[in-house]
């Protein structure tokens, strides 16, 4: 996948792509409020894989600025923060949703989510995942309080705004569009939105000049 117009993923649906190295991934928020969450593979090794744990110990914080990188499980760069024009919230400490997940919070009978939005993108490639690593959460905004309890709070990317990583080495990508409906992880509407996605060279112009460093 390569090219000037954006992917679209539809809300509540995942899709993985090849990136070689040096080369952009713009995610967007079109609409606004939504998740993206994000998992990336070493090629053609896919026991290697970006590590949110990992990113948190090498970097000794909750999620990088702008310049720094996220790690893979053998403390090898694998995504470097290139722009930020959101305002920087995102999560690292969070699972991807499951059948689980919904079934905890009362939902019956099978629901959409992102693990196995993260198995089916995938297995359209003809590839399979050793194991199921936790997710980026990008656009999601997580809070902690004085007693150290998770509180999910609505995010607060606004329509078009985006992040843009550059592959340190030759990857795949995968983006799930969070089908989360019950409570606030895509904003107070609870309404699953899409997410779009550009890949680039790393000597095209970024959409937009404005550069914020993320904030939790």
Known sequence: MNGSQ??????????????????????IAPEGPQVADTWAFALPDLDEFLSTEHTRS???????CVGEAFYTNRRRPILMVVQDTSPGCH????SACDVGRYTLLGHQGYHANC?????????????????FPSP??????VSID???????????VQPGESLTLRAEFDLVFVVSACPMDIVLTNGLDRRPKP????????????????????SH
């Open 91 to 94: 999560d690292l400490l969070l």
């Open 146 to 156: 004085a007693d150290r309890k998770l509180h999910i709070e609505p995010p607060l």
């Open 6 to 27: 954006p992917l679209r993923i539809a809300a509540g649906t995942g899709r993985a792509f090849e990136v070689p190295e040096g080369n952009l991934v713009e995610i």
């Open 58 to 64: 090498c970097l000794d914080r909750l999620t990088p």
């Open 115 to 131: 693990t196995d939005n993260l198995g089916s993108a995938l297995g359209e490639m003809g590839l399979a995942a050793p194991e």
């Open 136 to 141: 980026v959460n990008v656009f999601e905004n």
């Open 195 to 214: 997410i779009d996605i550009s890949v680039m060279p790393a000597n095209e112009s970024l959409r937009s000049s404005a550069i914020h460093t993320m």
